[in-house]
Nanobody, 124 residues
Framework: QVQLVESGGGLVQAGGSLRLSCAGS????????MGWFRQAPGKEREFVAG????????HYTDSVKDRFTITRDNAKSSVYLQMNSLKPEDTAVYYC?????????????????WGQGTQVTVSS
């Protein structure tokens, strides 16, 4: 199995920055594409950003483009999300996800492994 553990969440004022980290362990050779999703209270879990194994392909949901950056370090089986210019509407639990296939998708059901989530709260 693969275990994913997120860190880096917290409380920040609007306009501030946070960097989320996600470290994989276990059978990490099963990890290919990785992504970040988020879920706000009363809402469905939504795609935020995704990255391919080689980092040659990245995708972002429109609301975070030009503010968030996803990167990864395969030697550490890790993925990161740099979040700048945070807004109150970015408040959510952020989840790291990984899939066995190479294609980055925005569909949560395509991802095989999930972390427990880390809370991000942006105050106005």
């Amino acid at each position: 199995q693969v275990q994913l553990v997120e860190s880096g969440g917290g409380l920040v004022q609007a306009g501030g920055s946070l960097r989320l980290s996600c470290a994989g362990s276990g059978r990490t050779f099963n990890i290919n594409a990785m992504g970040w999703f988020r879920q706000a209270p009363g809402k469905e879990r939504e795609f935020v950003a995704g990255i391919s194994w080689t980092s040659s392909s990245t995708h972002y949901t429109d609301s975070v483009k030009d503010r968030f950056t996803i990167t990864r370090d395969n030697a550490k089986s890790s993925v990161y999300l740099q979040m700048n210019s945070l807004k109150p509407e970015d408040t959510a639990v952020y989840y790291c996800a990984a899939r066995r296939r190479s294609l980055v998708t925005m569909t949560l059901y395509d991802y095989n492994y999930w972390g427990q989530g880390t809370q991000v709260t942006v105050s106005s």
